[in-house]
């Protein structure tokens, strides 16, 4: 494995300042043999410096990622440092049967699922009621896994959402509950406390606050509460009725947890039918995984592409540039499902990685970030390599001169981070507009674009719950991927706990100032916060 890495870092090295155009220039068919499709998703990565040879060490690099995915799928204990399987796989194969340990793990799933359908349909047709009537608002209570994956979701997929409001809460900061209960009537509410563990702390205090909200003119609060959780011993202690308890296994981690009982809020927006076409999407893309050679295989070719800028070129961070404003909460989405898996410095046999671990995953919808950040991803000194995504086609037919636009822009700044403009070009310009001399020379300077940025285009028909569940599955396995070729658990998240416990014993050093054991400058934060407090 040393091997490759050095090989592909040398390769590297001698490509020097090759331009990606240059690659264009030297093979007429680049833009299409460096292309991959799966079901209708089409991911261009010709504009990258990814050549042949290239290529071919990466996918030497991917080897080992088939016998894993299959251990994987096979349901066996993969997420070695948890001792569990990772099998979020089974929640969108509903027809199919997976074995886990020598037991079918399908009929509980599909029980749970007709359950959520049924519940999801009582909601939204008025069955399910609170005390004022028909539900006209849900809260889906959570954070991070438990609330990144559905919130995202329900945005991307507001054309379907036909049933009731759907509110997300998640921050600890009591603005966040407080700005979403003003203005919602607490009888016509359901709450859906949504914990994998049902400990985590900013849940269970936002849970708590909605309860004590809902107990003011609500006479039985918790017949308006749900909960989704692993810990069913837990949500019955805190009096949630095991009717509106939806379970799921611990082999289904928090960040890949949406096509479960964690989308039930999504489920009730869109429907259990458009959920359906979620997971359909999803399952496709699970298929295509499976099945597709490595050379072709979509998850995989990302993931390749995602190694060869951060680890091989070391590029520092990726940006997501969604041009579909109702995927804007995709970037943050993406920043849990790949920062939390990624972003180790160990691998699974306890060793210290001899590569980079994951980049930082950031973005914003096009065209919004081009008038913030673009700046500096055209002419800042740091390359970003960028993965645009763009639909074909609009919701709003009424409005496809926009759609136009939007199209136009995402291609043409793909086209302006590869082609650049140079110092000439720049003069050219400079000298139309009646410049000379010296101040045409420094004037000019400022109107140079490097060029040569790589970037990757992931094109669809149009953003449906099919294609968004195609989306989803697709980085989950890319993350999948890169965690293989990087030997590490992408399925655990100790570097989370640390700042959680620690938390807890600075609250008393708040409090009252005696809490020994912190450093000084936490000690001297804490006592210039607890005298501003008064
Ligand atoms: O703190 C990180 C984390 O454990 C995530 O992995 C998880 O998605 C989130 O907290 C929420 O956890 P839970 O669903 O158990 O409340």
Redesign the pocket.
């Known amino acids: 494995m040393t091997d490759i890495w050095n090989r592909l870092i040398s390769h590297r090295q001698a490509q020097g300042d090759l331009r990606i155009d240059a690659l264009f220039a030297a093979d007429a068919g680049r833009a299409r043999n460096f292309s991959t499709a799966a079901d209708g998703l089409v991911l261009d990565w010709s504009k990258t410096r990814i050549d042949a040879p290239a290529l071919a060490l990466l996918l030497e690099l991917a080897q080992p990622v088939a016998a894993r995915r299959d251990a994987m799928f096979g349901g066996e204990r993969i997420n070695e440092t948890e001792d569990r399987a990772v099998l979020h796989t089974a929640l969108r194969n509903l027809e199919g049967s997976v074995v886990v340990e020598g037991r079918d793990v399908m009929p509980d799933v599909r029980e749970t699922h007709a359950r959520m359908r049924e519940f999801a349909a009582q909601v939204r047709d008025g069955r399910f009621a609170g005390q004022g009537g028909k539900i006209t608002d849900v809260i889906n209570i959570?954070?991070?896994?438990?609330d990144l994956g559905p919130a995202m979701a329900t945005r991307a997929l507001a054309p379907w959402h036909d049933g009731p409001r759907v509110h997300f809460v998640s921050n600890v900061d009591g603005a966040d509950i407080a700005d979403t209960l003003k203005g919602l009537d607490p009888a016509t509410t359901l709450v859906i406390v949504?914990?994998?563990?049902?400990?985590?702390i900013e849940?269970m205090t936002n849970a708590e606050t909605a309860r004590n909200w809902m107990a003011q003119t609500v006479s039985l609060p918790a017949a308006q509460f749900a909960a989704l959780s692993s810990a069913q011993g837990r949500t019955a202690q805190w009096g949630i009725d095991a009717d509106r308890v939806f379970g799921f296994e611990d082999w289904v981690?928090?960040?890949y947890s949406m096509w479960g009982p964690i989308g039930l809020s999504l489920m009730i927006a869109i429907g259990p039918e458009q959920f359906e076409r979620f997971l359909a999407g999803g399952l496709a893309m699970d298929n295509h995984f499976r099945n597709a050679p490595l050379a072709e295989n979509l998850p995989v070719i990302l993931a390749l592409v995602g190694i060869w800028h951060h680890q091989v070129c070391g590029y520092g961070t990726r940006a997501v540039l969604p041009y579909d404003n109702r995927l804007a909460r995709l970037p943050a989405y993406l920043q849990?499902l790949e920062m939390?898996s990624n972003g180790k410095g160990v691998a699974m046999d306890g060793s210290d990685l001899t590569v980079p671990s994951g980049p930082v995953v950031w973005g914003e919808p096009g065209t919004n970030g081009q008038h913030a950040f673009y700046q500096l991803i055209h002419q800042g000194t740091a390359v970003v390599p960028c993965e645009f995504m763009i639909a074909a086609r609009g919701h709003e037919p009424a409005l496809a001169h926009h759609h136009l636009l939007l199209i136009a822009n995402c291609l043409a700044q793909s086209e302006a981070l590869m082609r650049g403009r140079s110092l000439d070009e720049a003069r050219a310009l400079m000298q139309a507009k009646g410049l000379q001399g010296a101040e045409l020379e420094r004037q000019a300077r400022h109107r140079v674009f490097p060029g040569n940025r790589p970037s990757t285009t992931l094109v669809m028909t149009e953003l449906t719950p099919y294609t968004l569940g195609q989306i989803v599955a697709l980085y989950e396995h890319r993350v999948f991927v890169e965690g293989v070729i990087l030997g590490i658990n992408s399925f655990d998240?100790w570097g989370?706990e640390l700042g959680?416990e620690l938390a807890l014993k600075v609250a008393p050093l708040l409090q009252d100032g005696n809490a020994p054991g912190h450093d000084a400058s936490t000690e001297h934060l804490a006592e210039l916060i607890r005298a501003l407090r008064g």
């Open positions: 959570g954070i991070g896994g438990s949504a914990s994998k563990t049902f400990t985590t849940t981690g928090g960040r849990q939390e998240q989370v959680k």
